[in-house]
């Protein structure tokens, strides 16, 4: 080879390193946002039901959520550059008593049932524990499209018919016992209870026996309220976080009675979606009535 070509050996070898630098550079970088992106869709958010109700897998997911600014559960995510939209949303906390066939408007029947669980499914919504939205709403995060399922009383159709729709779509829910209830006719005993606990399902208190709470004397609101408490997490080997209250009935008193009792939150039978703004203690909810159709039931929680 002639001399004056050996010049050219210096450039090929810096080309030969910078080159080969700058492409996996690139590629980690897409490789980096492309797992954002995934990280990012909500098709990619496991609903595990079958997680502790304190597990918080399902609070980091959220919160990853919040944090790439997703504005819509079936949108378009936002580019890596995008500056996080953390919306101050509203979260439908739905209200149901009894699944099946019955006479009374405590009823919502087992085909409304899954056909509401569906829709919350096929659009995108999450599913969380009332506890997971009560430290939503004090954080004031609050993801779009994220919804609570409540039971009252708990009749033994939560088990019997609610549950296994609530399986096939990998949903919690919250089911507020009165602890005296278990094993009377028509209501789940302490094995079912148990059951759906393990399961997933947040076990909140809806008192002992049910009474209005501003007809009772100050010792019986202590026994329905701090009483229910101590039986239900005796029972459980768990703490308990969240109260209903018997019939919607409230005074002045009586969200600070259950609050001195260590409950995190309570639920009213006020119609609204709860966001930030409301008292934890007298937080609305959205009540599904026999009659509602699909459509009136999404109008209900948009
Ligand atoms: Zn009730």
Redesign the pocket.
């Given at each position: 080879m002639k001399k004056k070509y050996l010049y050219i050996f210096p450039f090929l070898i810096i080309l030969g390193i910078v080159i080969p630098f700058t492409l996996s550079m690139a590629d980690l970088n897409d490789i980096k946002s492309t797992l954002e992106v995934f990280k990012s869709r909500p098709e990619n958010i496991v609903h595990n039901r079958k997680a502790p109700v304190n597990d918080t897998a399902a609070s980091t997911e959220l919160a990853t959520r919040i944090e790439n600014g997703v504005s819509s559960a079936v949108g378009t995510p936002s580019p890596p550059s995008a500056k996080p939209q953390v919306k101050n949303l509203s979260i439908p906390i739905l209200m149901y008593?009894e699944i099946g066939d019955g006479p009374s408007s405590l009823y919502v029947s087992e085909n409304n049932f899954r056909a509401q669980m569906h829709y919350l499914r096929s659009n995108g919504y999450t599913i969380v524990t009332m506890n997971q939205a009560r430290e939503m709403l004090v954080n004031k995060q609050i993801p779009p499209k994220v919804a609570v399922i409540t039971f009252?009383?708990g009749y033994v159709s939560i088990y019997n018919r609610a549950w296994p729709i609530l399986e096939e779509c990998a949903f919690p829910a919250t089911v507020?016992v009165?602890s005296s209830f278990p094993g009377l006719y028509n209501y789940l005993t302490w094995d079912h209870i148990k059951l759906l606990h393990s399961g997933g399902v947040e076990i909140g208190s809806?008192s002992h026996t049910?009474p209005a709470l501003t007809a009772v004397n100050p010792t019986a609101l202590t026994q329905e309220i701090s009483g229910s408490k101590q039986i239900l997490e005796q029972k459980l080997g768990t703490k308990v976080y969240s109260f209903?209250y018997?019939?919607g009935a409230y005074n002045e008193n009586t969200p600070k009675v259950i609050k001195n009792a260590g409950y995190t939150s309570a639920v009213t039978v006020k119609f609204g979606k709860a966001t930030s703004q409301n008292d934890l203690y007298l937080l609305p909810r959205i009540r599904v009535f026999k009659a509602d159709t699909i459509s009136t039931f999404a109008k209900n929680i948009q």
């Open positions: 008593h009252d009383d507020y009165c809806h049910h209903c018997p019939t």
